[in-house]
C-alpha cells in the first residue's frame, strides 16, 4: 500500500502497540497518518512521529475509537 503513489493518507488501525511503527513507516514514505488513540505508547515515541511528520511535510492526527457523541 506505501508504495502506491495514488495513496495519500494511511488510517492506522493497528493495535496501540504497533501504532508509532506504522505510522512511521507510513510518514517516512510521505503519507499523511490518521490514528485511532493512542497517538503512540509514549511521549518520546510521539515526539519522535510527530517530528518525523514535520520533516516529511506531512500530517498526523488521532482521536479515539468509535462513534462520535
Do not use: I, Q
Not at 518525523?52 to 506531512?58: M, Q
Request: with cysteine; net charge neutral; charged share 25%.
Amino acid at each position: 500500500m506505501l508504495e502506491l503513489p495514488e495513496v495519500e493518507l494511511v488510517v492506522n488501525l493497528t493495535v496501540p502497540a504497533a501504532h508509532a511503527e506504522v505510522a512511521e513507516a507510513a510518514v517516512a514514505t510521505g503519507r499523511h497518518v490518521y490514528n485511532e488513540k493512542p497517538l503512540t505508547l509514549d511521549r518520546e515515541s510521539a515526539r519522535r512521529l510527530l517530528a518525523a511528520a514535520g520533516l516529511a511535510g506531512v500530517r498526523v492526527g488521532s482521536r479515539p475509537c468509535g462513534a462520535p457523541r
